[in-house]
């Protein structure tokens, strides 16, 4: 693919227009499209009108410029976000029922935990998680227990990584996460209150699917508080078991089948 002057090709100018509508965003302009991707408008209208043709952009009433059918359908087809949505969506409507809290399922990507699916409770609290969005690594329980079961090279990176301090929960210190880190992977679990959100706390628990590192994490937002660890987190790992399951693996992980009753905090 040819680059342009700068160097960047277009495939990358394609990625940055298609990556500038958000979900406070899902509708823009043509100027404002340009604005947000920081390219000239002549470029944007060339890129724009090709991804109109094939589909991936489309305008709505109003002539602004939004996502178009095309490109979900595309990114659906055989992704295995897709089929790990499909397997796990039945057992965590199973799960928000039992519990009656926030459910989410999550898979790392970089140094961000994707969140894939997302079910909400009306009688919980705060939950900042969306569909297509992402969470910092250190910012989540979700992302912790990624971390818990990353190589050493992985986690070394991550724990000499700067991280920013976004509640004053947030645990950024090495020799502290080190620890957390480990606690994951004897107890099978990660809990941690208002490390993001002052109000709530997330606990996860990996999903293993024939491998030593999780294919996602499966985690549950409650108030901060009301963690309730010795009903919650065996319910999340019997769920975390039947997604397994569902994607056609027997769960024989340690940390996927310990049965061990964790202490409530």
């Known amino acids: 693919m040819a680059n342009s002057s700068s160097g960047e090709s277009v495939i990358n100018r394609v990625v940055r227009v298609l990556g500038a509508f958000t979900d406070d965003q899902p509708a ?17 209208h060339r890129l724009v009108a090709e991804l109109e043709v094939e589909g991936l952009l489309e305008r709505d009433s109003g002539g602004r410029l ?23 969506l039945p057992v965590m409507e199973d799960l928000l029922v039992q519990t009656g809290h926030h459910i989410s399922l999550g898979v790392l990507e970089g140094t961000d935990v994707l969140y894939i699916e997302r079910l909400a409770s009306r009688e919980s609290t ?24 990353a190589p050493d090279g992985e986690q070394e990176t991550f724990l000499h990584r700067r991280l920013e301090k976004l509640t004053e929960a947030t645990v950024t210190d090495a020799d502290q996460l080190r620890g957390i ?40 937002i409650v108030p901060r508080g009301q963690e309730n660890l010795p009903n919650l987190v065996p319910q999340l790992q019997m769920a975390a078991r039947a997604i397994a399951r569902r994607l056609g693996f027997n769960p024989t992980h340690v940390g996927a089948q310990r049965r061990s009753m964790p202490a409530d905090r």
């Open 181 to 220: 880190l480990a606690t994951i992977r004897q107890s099978g679990y990660c809990s941690m209150a208002g490390i993001i959100v002052t109000e709530s706390s997330g606990i996860s628990v990996p999903v293993f699917a024939g491998t030593d590192r999780p294919v996602a994490s499966l985690s549950v």
């Open 66 to 88: 939004r996502h178009g059918h095309r490109l979900w359908e595309l990114a659906s087809r055989g992704s295995r976000a897709s089929n790990l949505r499909e397997a796990a």
């Open 126 to 149: 705060v939950n900042i998680t969306r569909i297509a969005g992402r969470l910092p690594v250190h910012g989540c329980s979700a992302g912790l227990v990624f971390m818990a079961h």
């Open 28 to 44: 823009l302009h043509l100027r404002q499209l340009s604005r947000a991707v920081d390219l000239p408008l002549s470029t944007v």
